[in-house]
C-alpha cells in the first residue's frame, strides 16, 4: 500500500493551543487485532510521535451557549456521538442540553490514539478515546476556570463549575459563552486533575442518544443522502468474476437515454469494470442494465463452494501452522477412543449488506478534492482518493458523513469505494460524483467474511473435563498481501483466523491450535467481532457438549474450566447465572442454551430460551451479562447488546450464507441473502452490565459472538442433535 | 389510487341462484344424466389440461395452504416474510398492496393488477408442505361450492374467462431482472375451450384421493 | 418523459420523470426528499415504506406512472397523531442505531396501530415483518409500538 506517502493533514483549525498528550499506546500492542501501533500507523510507517490535541480540535464554547463537541469517530449505530461528547462534557462541566456532537473530518489529531489512524474498529471508539476527550474537557475547564479568576481577581482552586457556568466567590457566576473568548488566551494546562467517578455527572449515567430525533423525523442526512449542486450519479458494472477484465463493451443503448453523461471502462481494485454517469440514479441504472459488456474471465480463479468445501475439508484433516501450542500435542492419542470427541464445523461466506448501501462522493478541483465518505478508515480512504487523484494527502478534504451501519464494511484496507468514486470524479472535473453501489453490488461485491472449517479433536479426562484438544482451522487471511500482514500474520497464521480459540480463557492442559490460510480468488474482510464470528461458536458449542457429556449445569461446567485469570468472564458468568433463574422453570418445548465468550477486553455471557417454530429456532428470550469495564453510557450498551444478538443471528439464518457457482455470486440481493428480520432476532433481551471502574471496553462487537452458540445449544437440548455447520438450514 | 374490491352482490346473486339449483338437483359433479359417458371422458381430459394451468406457478403461487404466497417459477416462500392475513391481502404495513399494484411495474419487476390478493384457505391446492395437491383433490375443490365461493359449472367457466387475476397468468409482466416471466402451459384460448369442455361435461372429476 | 402531479404531505407537487421511474427516486431526487431511503430496490427491506392512499407502500418498486393517491413521508407523518405519537415513542425508547432503516420501520409502525391500536407481539412481528433493521434494534422497536399503542389510548 502507500506505507511511503505520509498526510501532512492541514486541519483549518486554529492551533492557537497545543496540548501535549502522549500517546495512550505507542509501542504497545493491542489485543483483539493484534495489530501494534507503530505498524498500523501505516502512512508515516514510522512510531508515531507525542500527539497533541489542541482542545479547538475538539470543543468550541460558542457565544449562544451551545457546547460543539467534535467526534473523532464514523458514527454508524454505535453510539458513539452521543458518548464521546457525553464523557468530554462530563470534565467539562458542561450543560448536556447545549451539546451539539459533530463528526470529524480526516486530520491527524482525529487518529486514533491506540491505533495511529483514524477509524472505527476493534471496539476501540471509547476504550481508545476515553482518556483523551476526559482530558481535552477537564483542559478545557481549566481554561474556563482561569479566564473567570482573572476575571474577578481570585485563585482558581476558589471557582467551580457546573452546567456551563463558573462560580466564584460571592455571588459571582459567569457563563462559559462569556468567558470562552478569554479563556481562548489562557495557556493549555500540562496536567489536569480528571474527576474521580463519584463525581461523574454523565458518565455512567442512562443518557438518550444525540441523534434519535433526526433520525425519527427524516432529517438525518447519511452519505447518500448528499445532495450538492451539478452533482452527478455514477455506478458500476463490476466483472462476474472478481478480477475479470472488459474485453469490449457496447454502450449504445446505454447513451441513447438522456440524462446520461458518461460511460467508460475503469480500473477496479480487482479487474476492470465500466462506470456509467448519469443525472439521476435511476437513469444510471437504466443505462447500466443496458450495457453490453465482453468479458475476459480467462486466467482467474472461478470459486466454487462446492468444490471450496471439499478442499477446506481435506485441508482441515491435516496440521497447519502452529497458532498455540501448550503442554504434550500427542497426549490426545493416549486416551481411550470412547473418550474423544471429533468435530467439523463448516462457516459459509457472509456479506455484511449495511442498511446504506455503499457509497462515495468526491469532486475533483484539478489541484486539490473533496470527499464526502461514510468511512470507518477516514485517513486510509483520504489517501487513497488523494492517490487515485495525482495528489498530496493533505490536498483532499475528508468529511466523514453518517453511515446507515457498517459493521467492518467501510473498513476496507483497499479503500476501493472511495478510489472508484476519485477515479470517475477525476474525468468530470469540478462535477461532484456520487458513486453508489446497488444492493447488488453489494451483496456480490466480495469482501465478505471468510468461510472457514474447523476440525477439533478432544480427549475427555476421567473428570469430564478436557485433557487434550487438537484444533485446525481453515480460512482464508484478511490481511495477507496487505501492509497489515507483517503484525498481523505470525508463524504463518493470521492471528484473526484463530482469535477467540488460540486465546481461549478454558483451561486445557494439553492444547494445540494451527491453521491454514488458503488464498482464493475472493476479497474477504473483518466482519463485525472478526474471527469470534466462528470460534466462539466452535469454542461454545464443544464446550457446551462436554458439560452435557459430564451431565453438568452448562454454567458451573464453564467456571470449572475457566482459568483462575479470566475474572472479567468469571464476574459475568456469575451474573448471569443470578439473572437467569428463568432456566429451571421452562414452558414444554422450550429449553435454554448457554455461551460466554471474551473478546476485545469485554466479556459476555449468555442464556437463551429457544423453542422451534416453523422448523425455525424461535428465540423468546435472552439475558446477557457484560463485563465492559465502566459503562459510559449504560443506555448504549444495553442497546448495543439487545441488537448486537439479533445481528449475530445472520449467522443462523437459513439464507445467510453467500455462495459460488463458476466462480459466480449466487444470490442478488435480501431475497437470497436474508438477514434476520423482527421474528428472527430475540422477542426481549435483558442486559445486566457487572458494575466495575475498570476502564472501559468495546461493546461494539462483543455481543455478535455469543447470540448463535447459546441458540444451538438450546437446539441440541430440544432434538438431541449438535449444530456443526453454518447456515442453520435445517433444525 | 383505484382499489377494486370484490363486489358483494354477485356472489349474492349466484349464491341465490346455486341454492335454486342444488335445490332443484341440476347440478352435481359425475352424475349429471343430461351428459353422454364419452362426454364425461371428454369433460375428464379437459380437467387435466385446466390442472395442468391451475398447478402453473402463475396460479398455484398464490392457492397455498400456508399463511404464506409463493413466488417464482420454483415456488418458494414469498420474500420479506409476506403473509396471508386476515382476508388473503396481507397485515397492516405489509399488504399485498404494499408492492402489486393495478398493473405490472415491469421497470422494478413487481406483478400486479386488480385487487391482487391471495385465494383463500378453501381454495388451496397445496399442501402445507407446499406441494401441489392431486388433480382429483384440486378439483373437487374447485367444484366444491361451499369452498369456490359457490360458484356453479358456469360461473366457473365465466371466472376463468373473465376474472382479472385469472387473465393476469398470462400477462404475467417481467421479473426484476428484465427477463419475461414463464406463461402457464397453455393459451388462455386454450384454457376457456378446456373449461368450457369440462363444464359442458358437467365438471367431472377424476377418483382418487 | 412525462409531467406527474402528486400530493405529497398534503402540498401539491409537479415533476417531470420518465414513467418507469419509482416513487422512491423521485421523492429523493426530484423533490429532495431524501428521509426516504433506498435499501434493497426490491421491497425486501422496507426502509422505502411511505403510505400512498393510506396503505403502507414500498416506494422502490413503485413507478410513478402507477401513484395515484396522496402520499405519505417521514417527513410528514408528525402531522398525524398516530404518527407523531410512534416518532416520539421512537425517540423515547432511544430505538434508534445507525437509523437508516427507521423511516420505513416508523411508517410500517404507523400503519399497523392505525389498523390495529392494540397490536399483539403477533401483530407486531406480521406487520413490522417485512421491514429490515442491519443493527436489529427489533427489541426497542417492540417497545416503542407497544408506548406509542398506550399513549393513543
Given at each position: 500500500m502507500?506505507a511511503a506517502i505520509?498526510?501532512?493533514?492541514?486541519?483549518?483549525?486554529?492551533?492557537?493551543?497545543?496540548?501535549s498528550?502522549?500517546?495512550?499506546?505507542?509501542g504497545?500492542m493491542?489485543?483483539?487485532?493484534?495489530?501494534?501501533?507503530?505498524?498500523?500507523?501505516?502512512e508515516?510507517?514510522?512510531a508515531?510521535?507525542?500527539?497533541v490535541?489542541?482542545?479547538?480540535?475538539?470543543?468550541?464554547?460558542?457565544?449562544?451557549?451551545?457546547?460543539?463537541?467534535?467526534?473523532?469517530?464514523?458514527?454508524?449505530?454505535?453510539?458513539?456521538?452521543?458518548?464521546l461528547?457525553?464523557?468530554?462534557?462530563d470534565?467539562?462541566?458542561?450543560?448536556?442540553?447545549q451539546v451539539?456532537a459533530?463528526?470529524?473530518?480526516?486530520?491527524d489529531?482525529?487518529k486514533?490514539?491506540?491505533?495511529?489512524?483514524?477509524?472505527v474498529?476493534?471496539?476501540?471508539?471509547?476504550?481508545?478515546?476515553y482518556q483523551?476527550?476526559r482530558?481535552?474537557?477537564?483542559?478545557?475547564r481549566?481554561?474556563?476556570?482561569?479566564?473567570?479568576?482573572?476575571?474577578?481577581?481570585?485563585?482558581?482552586d476558589?471557582c467551580r463549575t457546573?452546567?456551563?457556568?463558573?462560580?466564584?466567590p460571592?455571588n459571582?457566576?459567569?457563563?462559559?459563552?462569556?468567558l470562552?473568548?478569554?479563556?481562548?488566551?489562557k495557556?493549555?494546562?500540562?496536567?489536569?486533575?480528571?474527576?474521580?467517578?463519584?463525581?461523574?455527572?454523565?458518565?455512567?449515567r442512562?443518557?438518550?442518544?444525540?441523534?434519535?430525533?433526526?433520525?425519527?423525523?427524516?432529517?438525518?442526512?447519511?452519505g447518500l443522502?448528499?445532495?450538492?449542486?451539478?452533482m452527478?450519479?455514477?455506478?458500476?458494472?463490476?466483472p462476474?468474476?472478481?478480477?475479470?477484465?472488459?474485453k469490449?463493451?457496447?454502450?449504445?443503448?446505454?447513451?441513447?437515454?438522456?440524462?446520461?453523461?458518461?460511460?467508460?471502462?475503469?480500473?477496479?481494485?480487482?479487474?476492470?469494470?465500466?462506470?456509467?454517469v448519469?443525472?439521476?440514479?435511476?437513469t444510471?441504472?437504466?443505462?447500466?442494465?443496458?450495457?453490453?459488456?465482453d468479458?475476459?474471465?480467462?486466467g482467474?480463479?472461478?470459486?466454487?463452494?462446492?468444490?471450496?468445501?471439499?478442499?477446506f475439508?481435506?485441508?482441515v484433516?491435516t496440521?497447519?501452522?502452529?497458532?498455540?501450542t501448550?503442554?504434550?500435542?500427542k497426549?490426545?492419542?493416549?486416551?481411550?477412543?470412547?473418550?474423544?470427541i471429533?468435530a467439523e464445523?463448516?462457516?459459509?461466506?457472509?456479506?455484511?449488506?449495511?442498511?446504506?448501501p455503499?457509497?462515495?462522493?468526491?469532486?475533483?478541483?484539478?489541484?486539490?478534492a473533496?470527499?464526502?465518505?461514510p468511512?470507518?478508515?477516514?485517513?486510509?480512504?483520504?489517501?487513497?482518493?488523494?492517490?487515485?487523484l495525482?495528489?498530496?494527502?493533505d490536498?483532499v478534504?475528508?468529511?466523514?458523513e453518517?453511515?446507515?451501519?457498517g459493521?467492518?464494511?467501510?473498513?476496507?484496507?483497499?479503500?476501493?469505494i472511495p478510489?472508484?468514486?476519485?477515479?470517475?470524479?477525476?474525468?468530470?472535473?469540478?462535477?461532484?460524483?456520487k458513486?453508489i453501489w446497488?444492493?447488488e453490488?453489494d451483496?456480490?461485491?466480495?469482501?465478505?467474511?471468510?468461510m472457514?472449517?474447523?476440525?477439533?479433536e478432544?480427549?475427555?479426562?476421567?473428570?469430564?473435563?478436557?485433557?487434550?484438544?487438537?484444533?485446525?482451522?481453515v480460512?482464508q487471511?484478511?490481511?495477507?498481501?496487505?501492509?497489515?500482514a507483517?503484525m498481523?500474520?505470525?508463524?504463518?497464521?493470521?492471528?484473526?483466523?484463530?482469535?477467540?480459540t488460540a486465546?481461549?480463557?478454558?483451561?486445557?492442559?494439553?492444547?494445540?491450535?494451527s491453521?491454514?490460510?488458503?488464498?482464493?480468488?475472493?476479497?474477504?474482510?473483518?466482519?463485525?467481532s472478526?474471527?469470534?464470528?466462528?470460534?466462539?461458536?466452535?469454542?461454545?458449542?464443544l464446550?457446551?457438549?462436554?458439560?452435557?457429556?459430564?451431565?453438568?449445569?452448562p454454567?458451573?461446567?464453564?467456571?470449572?474450566?475457566?482459568?483462575?485469570?479470566a475474572?472479567?468472564?468469571l464476574?459475568?458468568?456469575?451474573?448471569?447465572?443470578q439473572?437467569?433463574?428463568?432456566r429451571?422453570?421452562?414452558?414444554?418445548?422450550?429449553a435454554?442454551?448457554?455461551?460466554?465468550?471474551?473478546?476485545?477486553?469485554t466479556?459476555?455471557?449468555?442464556?437463551?430460551?429457544?423453542?422451534?417454530?416453523?422448523?425455525?429456532p424461535?428465540?423468546?428470550?435472552a439475558t446477557?451479562?457484560?463485563n465492559?469495564?465502566?459503562?459510559?453510557?449504560?443506555?448504549?450498551?444495553?442497546?448495543q447488546?439487545?441488537?448486537?444478538?439479533?445481528?449475530?443471528?445472520?449467522?443462523?439464518?437459513?439464507?445467510?450464507?453467500i455462495?459460488?457457482?463458476?466462480?459466480?455470486?449466487?444470490q442478488?440481493?435480501?431475497?437470497?441473502y436474508?438477514?434476520?428480520?423482527?421474528?428472527?432476532?430475540?422477542?426481549?433481551?435483558?442486559?445486566?452490565?457487572v458494575p466495575?471502574?475498570?476502564?472501559?471496553?468495546?461493546?461494539g462487537?462483543?455481543?455478535?459472538?455469543?447470540?448463535s452458540p447459546a441458540?444451538?445449544?438450546?437446539?441440541?437440548?430440544?432434538?438431541?442433535?449438535?449444530?456443526?455447520?453454518?447456515p442453520?438450514?435445517?433444525? | 389510487m383505484l382499489?377494486?374490491?370484490s363486489g358483494?352482490?354477485?356472489?349474492l346473486?349466484?349464491?341465490?341462484?346455486?341454492?335454486?339449483?342444488?335445490?332443484?338437483?341440476?347440478?352435481?359433479?359425475?352424475?349429471?344424466?343430461?351428459?353422454?359417458?364419452?362426454?364425461?371422458?371428454d369433460?375428464?381430459?379437459?380437467?387435466?389440461?385446466i390442472?395442468?394451468?391451475?398447478?402453473?406457478?402463475?396460479?398455484?403461487?398464490?392457492?397455498t395452504?400456508?399463511?404464506?404466497?409463493?413466488?417464482?417459477?420454483?415456488?418458494?416462500?414469498?420474500?420479506?416474510?409476506?403473509?396471508?392475513?386476515?382476508?388473503?391481502?396481507?397485515?397492516?404495513?405489509?399488504?399485498?398492496?404494499?408492492?402489486?399494484?393495478?398493473?405490472n411495474?415491469d421497470?422494478?419487476?413487481?406483478p400486479?393488477?386488480?385487487?391482487?390478493?391471495?385465494?383463500?384457505?378453501?381454495?388451496?391446492w397445496?399442501?402445507?408442505n407446499?406441494?401441489?395437491?392431486?388433480?382429483?383433490a384440486?378439483?373437487?375443490s374447485?367444484?366444491?361450492?361451499s369452498?369456490?365461493e359457490?360458484?356453479?359449472?358456469?360461473?366457473?367457466?365465466k371466472?376463468?374467462?373473465?376474472?382479472?387475476?385469472?387473465?393476469?397468468?398470462w400477462?404475467?409482466?417481467?421479473?426484476?431482472?428484465?427477463?419475461?416471466r414463464?406463461m402457464?402451459?397453455?393459451?388462455?384460448?386454450q384454457?376457456?375451450?378446456?373449461?368450457?369442455?369440462w363444464?359442458?361435461?358437467?365438471?367431472?372429476?377424476?377418483k382418487?384421493? | 418523459?412525462?409531467?406527474?402531479?402528486l400530493?405529497?404531505?398534503?402540498?401539491?407537487?409537479?415533476v417531470?420523470?420518465?414513467?418507469s421511474?419509482?416513487?422512491?427516486?423521485?421523492?429523493r431526487?426530484?423533490?429532495?426528499?431524501?428521509?426516504t431511503?433506498y435499501?434493497?430496490?426490491?421491497?425486501a427491506?422496507?426502509?422505502?415504506t411511505?403510505?400512498?392512499?393510506?396503505?403502507?407502500t414500498?416506494?422502490?418498486?413503485?413507478?410513478?406512472s402507477?401513484?395515484?393517491?396522496?402520499i405519505?413521508?417521514?417527513?410528514?407523518?408528525?402531522?398525524?397523531?398516530?404518527?407523531?405519537?410512534?416518532?416520539?415513542a421512537?425517540?423515547?425508547k432511544?430505538?434508534?442505531?445507525?437509523g437508516y432503516?427507521?423511516s420505513?420501520?416508523?411508517?410500517?409502525?404507523?400503519?399497523?396501530?392505525?389498523?390495529?391500536p392494540?397490536?399483539t407481539?403477533?401483530?407486531?412481528?406480521?406487520?413490522?415483518?417485512?421491514?429490515?433493521c442491519?443493527?436489529?434494534?427489533?427489541v426497542?422497536?417492540?417497545?416503542?409500538?407497544?408506548?406509542?399503542?398506550?399513549?393513543?389510548?
Amino acid at each position: 500500500m502507500r506505507a511511503a506517502i505520509k498526510p501532512e493533514n492541514d486541519l483549518r483549525l486554529n492551533r492557537r493551543s497545543f496540548l501535549s498528550v502522549s500517546s495512550a499506546a505507542a509501542g504497545g500492542m493491542l489485543v483483539a487485532l493484534y495489530l501494534d501501533v507503530s505498524a498500523f500507523a501505516l502512512e508515516s510507517n514510522q512510531a508515531p510521535q507525542a500527539k497533541v490535541y489542541p482542545p479547538d480540535a475538539f470543543v468550541h464554547v460558542r457565544p449562544d451557549g451551545k457546547i460543539e463537541i467534535t467526534v473523532n469517530r464514523l458514527e454508524f449505530g454505535q453510539g458513539v456521538q452521543t458518548a464521546l461528547p457525553m464523557i468530554l462534557a462530563d470534565e467539562l462541566d458542561a450543560d448536556w442540553s447545549q451539546v451539539i456532537a459533530e463528526l470529524a473530518p480526516a486530520a491527524d489529531v482525529y487518529k486514533d490514539p491506540v491505533f495511529g489512524i483514524q477509524m472505527v474498529g476493534g471496539s476501540g471508539s471509547i476504550a481508545h478515546s476515553y482518556q483523551q476527550y476526559r482530558e481535552v474537557g477537564a483542559k478545557t475547564r481549566a481554561m474556563l476556570i482561569a479566564a473567570a479568576a482573572e476575571k474577578w481577581h481570585v485563585s482558581a482552586d476558589q471557582c467551580r463549575t457546573e452546567n456551563s457556568v463558573v462560580y466564584g466567590p460571592g455571588n459571582r457566576s459567569a457563563r462559559y459563552a462569556e468567558l470562552a473568548k478569554d479563556a481562548a488566551r489562557k495557556p493549555v494546562p500540562d496536567k489536569v486533575q480528571l474527576k474521580n467517578p463519584s463525581q461523574f455527572r454523565l458518565i455512567g449515567r442512562n443518557i438518550k442518544r444525540l441523534d434519535s430525533r433526526a433520525k425519527c423525523d427524516g432529517s438525518q442526512k447519511f452519505g447518500l443522502d448528499l445532495d450538492l449542486p451539478g452533482m452527478k450519479i455514477a455506478m458500476v458494472v463490476h466483472p462476474p468474476v472478481f478480477g475479470g477484465r472488459v474485453k469490449s463493451f457496447d454502450d449504445k443503448d446505454a447513451r441513447a437515454l438522456a440524462g446520461v453523461r458518461d460511460v467508460f471502462e475503469i480500473p477496479l481494485a480487482q479487474g476492470t469494470g465500466v462506470a456509467v454517469v448519469a443525472d439521476r440514479f435511476w437513469t444510471a441504472k437504466q443505462a447500466r442494465d443496458r450495457l453490453k459488456i465482453d468479458w475476459d474471465l480467462s486466467g482467474i480463479e472461478h470459486p466454487d463452494s462446492t468444490q471450496l468445501w471439499t478442499k477446506f475439508k481435506e485441508m482441515v484433516r491435516t496440521p497447519g501452522n502452529v497458532a498455540v501450542t501448550r503442554g504434550d500435542e500427542k497426549a490426545l492419542e493416549t486416551i481411550p477412543a470412547a473418550n474423544r470427541i471429533v468435530a467439523e464445523y463448516e462457516f459459509p461466506f457472509l456479506a455484511h449488506t449495511p442498511m446504506e448501501p455503499l457509497n462515495a462522493t468526491v469532486r475533483f478541483e484539478g489541484d486539490h478534492a473533496e470527499a464526502w465518505v461514510p468511512s470507518q478508515f477516514q485517513t486510509l480512504d483520504q489517501v487513497a482518493v488523494a492517490q487515485a487523484l495525482g495528489l498530496a494527502p493533505d490536498k483532499v478534504t475528508f468529511h466523514t458523513e453518517f453511515a446507515g451501519g457498517g459493521f467492518g464494511r467501510r473498513a476496507v484496507i483497499d479503500s476501493h469505494i472511495p478510489r472508484e468514486a476519485a477515479l470517475i470524479a477525476k474525468r468530470h472535473r469540478g462535477t461532484p460524483i456520487k458513486l453508489i453501489w446497488t444492493r447488488e453490488d453489494d451483496v456480490r461485491g466480495g469482501y465478505y467474511r471468510p468461510m472457514h472449517a474447523h476440525r477439533v479433536e478432544i480427549g475427555v479426562g476421567r473428570d469430564g473435563m478436557p485433557a487434550a484438544w487438537r484444533h485446525v482451522i481453515v480460512g482464508q487471511s484478511l490481511v495477507a498481501g496487505t501492509p497489515f500482514a507483517a503484525m498481523m500474520i505470525k508463524n504463518g497464521v493470521d492471528q484473526t483466523t484463530v482469535e477467540g480459540t488460540a486465546d481461549t480463557n478454558y483451561n486445557v492442559p494439553n492444547f494445540h491450535v494451527s491453521a491454514h490460510n488458503p488464498t482464493l480468488n475472493v476479497p474477504v474482510l473483518w466482519w463485525r467481532s472478526v474471527g469470534n464470528t466462528h470460534t466462539a461458536f466452535v469454542m461454545e458449542t464443544l464446550i457446551d457438549e462436554l458439560a452435557t457429556r459430564a451431565k453438568m449445569d452448562p454454567i458451573a461446567y464453564r467456571r470449572k474450566l475457566l482459568k483462575p485469570e479470566a475474572k472479567k468472564l468469571l464476574a459475568a458468568l456469575d451474573l448471569l447465572e443470578q439473572k437467569s433463574g428463568w432456566r429451571t422453570n421452562l414452558p414444554k418445548g422450550r429449553a435454554a442454551g448457554i455461551s460466554c465468550h471474551e473478546c476485545f477486553d469485554t466479556a459476555v455471557a449468555c442464556a437463551v430460551e429457544v423453542s422451534i417454530e416453523n422448523k425455525r429456532p424461535k428465540i423468546h428470550r435472552a439475558t446477557v451479562a457484560v463485563n465492559c469495564g465502566l459503562a459510559v453510557n449504560p443506555l448504549t450498551v444495553e442497546s448495543q447488546f439487545q441488537a448486537g444478538l439479533g445481528f449475530g443471528v445472520t449467522q443462523l439464518m437459513a439464507h445467510g450464507a453467500i455462495t459460488f457457482k463458476d466462480g459466480r455470486v449466487e444470490q442478488r440481493n435480501f431475497d437470497g441473502y436474508t438477514p434476520p428480520y423482527i421474528m428472527d432476532a430475540p422477542t426481549t433481551v435483558d442486559v445486566h452490565i457487572v458494575p466495575s471502574n475498570e476502564a472501559p471496553t468495546g461493546c461494539g462487537e462483543p455481543p455478535v459472538p455469543v447470540i448463535s452458540p447459546a441458540v444451538v445449544n438450546a437446539l441440541s437440548k430440544l432434538t438431541g442433535k449438535r449444530y456443526r455447520s453454518l447456515p442453520l438450514v435445517s433444525v | 389510487m383505484l382499489r377494486h374490491r370484490s363486489g358483494l352482490l354477485p356472489f349474492l346473486f349466484i349464491g341465490l341462484l346455486a341454492t335454486w339449483m342444488f335445490v332443484g338437483g341440476t347440478f352435481g359433479y359425475g352424475g349429471d344424466v343430461k351428459h353422454a359417458p364419452d362426454s364425461r371422458a371428454d369433460g375428464l381430459a379437459a380437467w387435466e389440461q385446466i390442472y395442468s394451468v391451475l398447478t402453473s406457478p402463475r396460479c398455484i403461487n398464490c392457492h397455498t395452504a400456508t399463511n404464506y404466497p409463493q413466488q417464482g417459477d420454483d415456488r418458494h416462500r414469498h420474500f420479506a416474510n409476506v403473509i396471508r392475513g386476515p382476508e388473503g391481502k396481507g397485515v397492516p404495513g405489509l399488504n399485498c398492496l404494499s408492492c402489486h399494484h393495478e398493473a405490472n411495474a415491469d421497470s422494478t419487476g413487481v406483478p400486479g393488477g386488480p385487487d391482487w390478493h391471495l385465494a383463500p384457505l378453501s381454495m388451496q391446492w397445496q399442501d402445507l408442505n407446499d406441494k401441489p395437491l392431486s388433480s382429483a383433490a384440486v378439483c373437487r375443490s374447485v367444484t366444491d361450492r361451499s369452498k369456490n365461493e359457490n360458484m356453479d359449472g358456469p360461473a366457473l367457466l365465466k371466472h376463468h374467462q373473465e376474472a382479472e387475476l385469472v387473465l393476469w397468468a398470462w400477462n404475467p409482466g417481467v421479473r426484476p431482472d428484465g427477463t419475461a416471466r414463464t406463461m402457464p402451459p397453455l393459451t388462455h384460448a386454450q384454457f376457456v375451450t378446456a373449461t368450457r369442455i369440462w363444464v359442458q361435461a358437467g365438471t367431472p372429476c377424476p377418483k382418487g384421493k | 418523459m412525462a409531467n406527474y402531479k402528486l400530493t405529497v404531505n398534503g402540498q401539491h407537487k409537479e415533476v417531470n420523470v420518465d414513467p418507469s421511474t419509482p416513487l422512491l427516486w423521485v421523492l429523493r431526487e426530484e423533490l429532495k426528499m431524501t428521509g426516504t431511503k433506498y435499501g434493497c430496490g426490491i421491497s425486501a427491506c422496507g426502509a422505502c415504506t411511505v403510505h400512498v392512499d393510506g396503505v403502507a407502500t414500498r416506494s422502490c418498486v413503485l413507478p410513478i406512472s402507477l401513484v395515484g393517491g396522496p402520499i405519505i413521508t417521514i417527513e410528514g407523518v408528525a402531522q398525524d397523531p398516530v404518527g407523531r405519537a410512534v416518532q416520539d415513542a421512537w425517540v423515547d425508547k432511544d430505538v434508534v442505531q445507525c437509523g437508516y432503516c427507521q423511516s420505513g420501520q416508523i411508517m410500517s409502525a404507523v400503519a399497523l396501530l392505525k389498523a390495529t391500536p392494540k397490536p399483539t407481539d403477533t401483530n407486531i412481528e406480521e406487520s413490522m415483518g417485512g421491514n429490515l433493521c442491519r443493527c436489529a434494534t427489533y427489541v426497542r422497536i417492540r417497545e416503542a409500538i407497544k408506548s406509542a399503542s398506550q399513549q393513543l389510548k
